[in-house]
């Protein structure tokens, strides 16, 4: 995790020129306070994060299986639940989303987080710039959601981190969005979004 924010943070600094922050701050002070604000919603959740080398390995294989041939269950909740800017930093703010369609204005580095209850294939965009694992741009984190402790994932909880200064101009907003379709019966798919004020 360290390595990851490190170099994201590495290239925000060359693309910005003026932005700077340590990898150390964000991981303590951010990462952290997000996983406990949504165990506020979840007290007794277990959050196991999942390295971000795997995913790719994963989710290839949960779409061959159907997820052990249809026995995981399809994405029944999506939502955005917090939203943090100018994080590493005295004036980090994090925000819970409560269903609202805008979140406050951001500044420097941003996280969203999204819960996905189920299993899908899901896909993230901010603006029309579809948000890749590999971009160094982004951060993607993705944890498991074991809501009873009984070592079976219910969902997930994912966090992107950017930089707004880059990503949103500053005066404008920009649309994040999530979608999720359900690797199984009935094979839905959820959608959900926040505008993203810069200022």
Known sequence: MKKFLAAFL??????GGSYSIYAAEIEDNTTKNFTENFKKTYPNAVLKPINKKDIPEIRSEMKRNKVRAG??????????D???SALGTSDAQIEFINYAFTSHAVKGITGVAVVEMGYGSDSQWLGDELIH???PSYIVETSSIDLNGDNIAEG????????SDIKIPSGTKSEYRFQSTSYNF???TMRTYIYIPHQ
Do not use: I, K, R
């Open 133 to 135: 694992w590999d971009d």
């Open 186 to 188: 009935p094979g839905n």
């Open 156 to 163: 997930f909880f994912h966090v992107v981190y950017f930089d």
């Open 82 to 84: 917090q939203v943090g």
């Open 71 to 80: 026995s995981a269950s399809p994405v029944t909740q999506l939502y955005v």
């Open 10 to 15: 590495t290239v925000c600094f060359c693309l």
